[in-house]
Protein backbone atom coordinates (compact mmCIF):
# COMPACT_ATOMS: atom_id res chain seq x y z
CA UNK A 1 0.00 0.00 0.00
CA UNK A 2 1.10 3.13 -1.06
CA UNK A 3 1.17 6.86 0.84
CA UNK A 4 -2.15 7.58 -1.27
CA UNK A 5 -3.85 4.75 0.13
CA UNK A 6 -3.17 5.10 3.54
CA UNK A 7 -4.15 8.50 2.91
CA UNK A 8 -7.06 7.61 1.02
CA UNK A 9 -8.05 5.03 3.64
CA UNK A 10 -7.43 7.23 6.69
CA UNK A 11 -10.20 9.82 5.12
CA UNK A 12 -12.81 7.28 4.65
CA UNK A 13 -12.39 6.34 8.02
CA UNK A 14 -12.39 10.07 9.78
CA UNK A 15 -15.21 10.42 7.23
CA UNK A 16 -17.02 7.63 8.49
CA UNK A 17 -16.25 8.63 12.05
CA UNK A 18 -17.51 12.25 11.70
CA UNK A 19 -20.66 10.20 10.18
CA UNK A 20 -21.30 8.28 13.09
CA UNK A 21 -20.94 10.72 15.72
CA UNK A 22 -23.41 13.39 13.86
CA UNK A 23 -25.91 9.95 14.18
CA UNK A 24 -25.47 9.81 17.36
CA UNK A 25 -25.94 13.59 18.18
CA UNK A 26 -28.96 13.35 16.25
CA UNK A 27 -30.14 10.21 18.18
CA UNK A 28 -29.60 11.62 21.46
CA UNK A 29 -33.26 12.04 23.77
CA UNK A 30 -31.80 14.14 26.37
CA UNK A 31 -33.78 17.31 27.80
CA UNK A 32 -35.28 18.31 24.76
CA UNK A 33 -37.99 20.27 26.91
CA UNK A 34 -35.86 22.88 28.49
CA UNK A 35 -34.12 25.45 26.76
CA UNK A 36 -30.92 25.46 28.68
CA UNK A 37 -30.03 22.13 28.19
CA UNK A 38 -30.74 21.88 24.46
CA UNK A 39 -27.97 25.20 24.20
CA UNK A 40 -25.54 23.60 26.20
CA UNK A 41 -26.03 19.84 24.44
CA UNK A 42 -26.02 21.91 21.11
CA UNK A 43 -22.76 23.55 22.72
CA UNK A 44 -21.03 19.97 22.66
CA UNK A 45 -21.70 18.90 19.75
CA UNK A 46 -20.52 22.09 17.83
CA UNK A 47 -17.05 21.28 20.09
CA UNK A 48 -16.97 17.69 19.01
CA UNK A 49 -17.60 18.42 16.00
CA UNK A 50 -14.82 21.10 15.51
CA UNK A 51 -12.67 19.37 13.32
CA UNK A 52 -9.91 16.85 15.11
CA UNK A 53 -8.44 13.99 13.27
CA UNK A 54 -10.42 11.44 14.52
CA UNK A 55 -6.94 9.17 15.27
CA UNK A 56 -8.26 7.79 18.30
CA UNK A 57 -11.39 6.61 17.29
CA UNK A 58 -9.73 5.25 13.99
CA UNK A 59 -7.33 3.25 16.32
CA UNK A 60 -10.09 2.11 18.06
CA UNK A 61 -11.64 0.38 14.76
CA UNK A 62 -8.15 -1.21 13.80
CA UNK A 63 -7.24 -2.11 17.22
CA UNK A 64 -10.42 -4.05 17.25
CA UNK A 65 -9.87 -5.40 13.40
CA UNK A 66 -6.18 -6.20 14.43
CA UNK A 67 -8.07 -9.56 16.52
CA UNK A 68 -11.42 -9.99 14.77
CA UNK A 69 -13.46 -9.80 11.83
CA UNK A 70 -14.19 -6.08 10.80
CA UNK A 71 -17.94 -4.93 12.62
CA UNK A 72 -19.53 -1.93 11.47
CA UNK A 73 -20.81 -1.68 14.81
CA UNK A 74 -17.44 -0.76 16.40
CA UNK A 75 -17.81 3.18 14.53
CA UNK A 76 -20.58 3.92 17.65
CA UNK A 77 -18.34 2.28 20.45
CA UNK A 78 -15.45 4.03 18.99
CA UNK A 79 -16.44 7.60 18.93
CA UNK A 80 -16.83 6.98 23.03
CA UNK A 81 -12.90 7.75 22.66
CA UNK A 82 -13.74 11.10 20.88
CA UNK A 83 -16.74 11.89 23.16
CA UNK A 84 -14.01 11.39 25.76
CA UNK A 85 -11.23 13.53 24.60
CA UNK A 86 -14.35 16.19 24.36
CA UNK A 87 -14.68 15.81 28.01
CA UNK A 88 -10.96 16.09 28.72
CA UNK A 89 -10.77 19.30 26.60
CA UNK A 90 -13.38 20.74 27.96
CA UNK A 91 -11.89 20.93 31.45
CA UNK A 92 -8.60 21.19 30.25
CA UNK A 93 -8.89 24.52 28.81
CA UNK A 94 -10.93 25.55 31.74
CA UNK A 95 -7.81 25.02 33.96
CA UNK A 96 -5.57 26.23 31.57
CA UNK A 97 -8.07 29.24 31.14
CA UNK A 98 -7.71 28.69 27.14
CA UNK A 99 -9.82 30.30 25.38
CA UNK A 100 -9.73 29.05 22.28
CA UNK A 101 -9.75 25.40 20.79
CA UNK A 102 -9.03 24.09 16.93
CA UNK A 103 -9.05 28.11 16.03
CA UNK A 104 -12.93 28.84 17.61
CA UNK A 105 -13.80 29.58 21.25
CA UNK A 106 -13.67 26.97 24.33
CA UNK A 107 -16.45 25.76 25.57
CA UNK A 108 -16.39 28.07 28.93
CA UNK A 109 -15.44 31.09 26.29
CA UNK A 110 -18.53 30.03 23.99
CA UNK A 111 -20.76 30.07 27.54
CA UNK A 112 -19.38 33.24 28.70
CA UNK A 113 -19.74 35.05 25.55
CA UNK A 114 -23.71 34.13 26.06
CA UNK A 115 -24.54 35.01 29.67
CA UNK A 116 -22.47 38.37 29.28
CA UNK A 117 -24.64 40.93 30.56
CA UNK A 118 -27.38 38.53 31.59
CA UNK A 119 -25.65 37.32 35.22
CA UNK A 120 -23.34 39.26 37.61
CA UNK A 121 -20.27 36.99 37.26
CA UNK A 122 -20.05 35.79 33.45
CA UNK A 123 -16.66 33.86 34.32
CA UNK A 124 -17.68 32.01 37.04
CA UNK A 125 -21.60 31.41 35.64
CA UNK A 126 -19.38 29.97 31.96
CA UNK A 127 -17.00 27.95 33.54
CA UNK A 128 -19.40 26.13 35.38
CA UNK A 129 -21.54 25.52 32.45
CA UNK A 130 -19.01 24.29 30.84
CA UNK A 131 -17.92 22.01 33.84
CA UNK A 132 -21.03 20.70 33.48
CA UNK A 133 -20.56 20.24 29.83
CA UNK A 134 -17.77 17.98 30.18
CA UNK A 135 -19.58 16.18 32.46
CA UNK A 136 -22.12 15.19 30.04
CA UNK A 137 -19.88 14.42 27.54
CA UNK A 138 -18.06 11.66 29.29
CA UNK A 139 -22.00 10.42 30.34
CA UNK A 140 -22.48 10.51 26.50
CA UNK A 141 -18.93 8.48 25.79
CA UNK A 142 -19.84 5.30 28.54
CA UNK A 143 -23.80 5.12 26.69
CA UNK A 144 -22.63 5.35 23.29
CA UNK A 145 -20.15 2.17 24.35
CA UNK A 146 -22.29 0.44 26.14
CA UNK A 147 -25.12 0.71 23.50
CA UNK A 148 -23.20 -0.22 20.22
CA UNK A 149 -24.65 -3.01 19.73
CA UNK A 150 -21.57 -5.16 20.02
CA UNK A 151 -21.73 -8.73 22.66
CA UNK A 152 -22.55 -6.98 25.97
CA UNK A 153 -19.62 -8.85 27.68
CA UNK A 154 -16.90 -7.46 25.17
CA UNK A 155 -18.77 -4.04 25.74
CA UNK A 156 -18.28 -4.05 29.40
CA UNK A 157 -14.78 -5.02 29.11
CA UNK A 158 -14.17 -2.24 26.95
CA UNK A 159 -15.98 -0.05 29.21
CA UNK A 160 -13.85 -1.04 32.21
CA UNK A 161 -11.19 -0.13 29.80
CA UNK A 162 -12.16 3.45 28.97
CA UNK A 163 -12.83 4.20 32.52
CA UNK A 164 -9.24 3.23 33.74
CA UNK A 165 -8.36 5.42 30.53
CA UNK A 166 -9.98 8.28 32.21
CA UNK A 167 -8.66 7.52 35.87
CA UNK A 168 -4.92 7.29 34.42
CA UNK A 169 -5.35 10.93 32.51
CA UNK A 170 -6.87 12.12 35.89
CA UNK A 171 -3.64 11.61 37.73
CA UNK A 172 -1.72 12.76 34.90
CA UNK A 173 -3.83 15.76 35.40
CA UNK A 174 -2.78 16.14 38.58
CA UNK A 175 0.47 15.59 38.20
CA UNK A 176 -0.05 18.48 35.73
CA UNK A 177 -1.39 20.81 38.17
CA UNK A 178 1.06 19.99 40.60
CA UNK A 179 4.05 21.24 38.23
CA UNK A 180 2.94 25.00 38.57
CA UNK A 181 3.62 25.17 42.38
CA UNK A 182 5.98 21.73 42.86
CA UNK A 183 9.69 23.20 43.14
CA UNK A 184 11.10 19.52 42.45
CA UNK A 185 9.18 18.91 39.63
CA UNK A 186 11.77 16.46 37.63
CA UNK A 187 12.49 15.49 34.42
CA UNK A 188 11.19 12.18 34.98
CA UNK A 189 7.94 13.44 36.48
CA UNK A 190 7.16 14.89 32.87
CA UNK A 191 7.77 12.32 31.52
CA UNK A 192 5.66 10.57 33.88
CA UNK A 193 3.04 13.40 33.35
CA UNK A 194 2.71 12.60 29.53
CA UNK A 195 2.51 9.06 29.98
CA UNK A 196 -0.56 9.31 31.87
CA UNK A 197 -2.01 12.09 30.27
CA UNK A 198 -1.40 11.59 26.42
CA UNK A 199 0.01 8.17 26.29
CA UNK A 200 -3.38 6.48 27.83
CA UNK A 201 -5.76 8.78 25.94
CA UNK A 202 -4.04 8.89 22.23
CA UNK A 203 -2.57 5.35 21.91
CA UNK A 204 -2.83 2.48 24.43
CA UNK A 205 -6.07 2.87 25.19
CA UNK A 206 -7.70 3.31 21.83
CA UNK A 207 -5.57 0.24 21.23
CA UNK A 208 -6.89 -1.37 24.28
CA UNK A 209 -10.46 -0.67 24.02
CA UNK A 210 -10.25 -2.23 20.39
CA UNK A 211 -8.86 -5.37 21.68
CA UNK A 212 -11.41 -5.45 24.32
CA UNK A 213 -14.13 -6.44 22.01
CA UNK A 214 -12.87 -9.60 21.17
CA UNK A 215 -12.91 -13.00 23.24
CA UNK A 216 -10.61 -15.02 21.25
CA UNK A 217 -7.77 -11.63 21.27
CA UNK A 218 -4.84 -12.96 23.90
CA UNK A 219 -5.27 -11.97 27.68
CA UNK A 220 -3.17 -9.01 27.31
CA UNK A 221 -2.41 -7.05 24.53
CA UNK A 222 1.87 -7.72 23.78
CA UNK A 223 4.37 -5.70 25.42
CA UNK A 224 5.96 -4.81 22.06
CA UNK A 225 2.70 -3.64 20.61
CA UNK A 226 1.89 -1.52 23.77
CA UNK A 227 5.65 -0.36 23.33
CA UNK A 228 4.94 0.88 20.35
CA UNK A 229 1.54 2.47 21.75
CA UNK A 230 2.99 4.21 24.27
CA UNK A 231 6.47 5.49 22.57
CA UNK A 232 4.37 7.11 19.98
CA UNK A 233 2.30 9.31 22.11
CA UNK A 234 5.24 10.89 23.93
CA UNK A 235 6.21 14.48 22.38
CA UNK A 236 9.08 15.13 20.57
CA UNK A 237 12.04 15.86 22.14
Same mark, same amino acid.
Given at each position: ?? =? ?10 ? /?????? &? ?8 ? *? ?6 ? #?? =? ?22 ? /? ?28 ? *? ?5 ? !? ?12 ? #? ?32 ? &????? =? *???? *? ?14 ? /? ?29 ? #???? !? ?21 ? &????
Amino acid at each position: MN =TSDYDTEFRRMR /DRVDTE &LKAYFDSMGG *MKSDPVCV #TV =TSMIRDFTMNGGKRIRPILVVLGH /DLFAPHDERVYRAAISIELTQTYLLIHDDI *MDQSETR !RGKPSLHAAARAQV #TGVVSDPRRISENIAIVAGDLADSYAHQALLGCG &LPPNE =T *MAAN *MELSRIIEMTGYGQLI /DISSSYNPDFSQKDLLRLHMLKTAQIYHRGS #TQDG !RAFERNCPEHTSPELLRHASGNS &LPAS
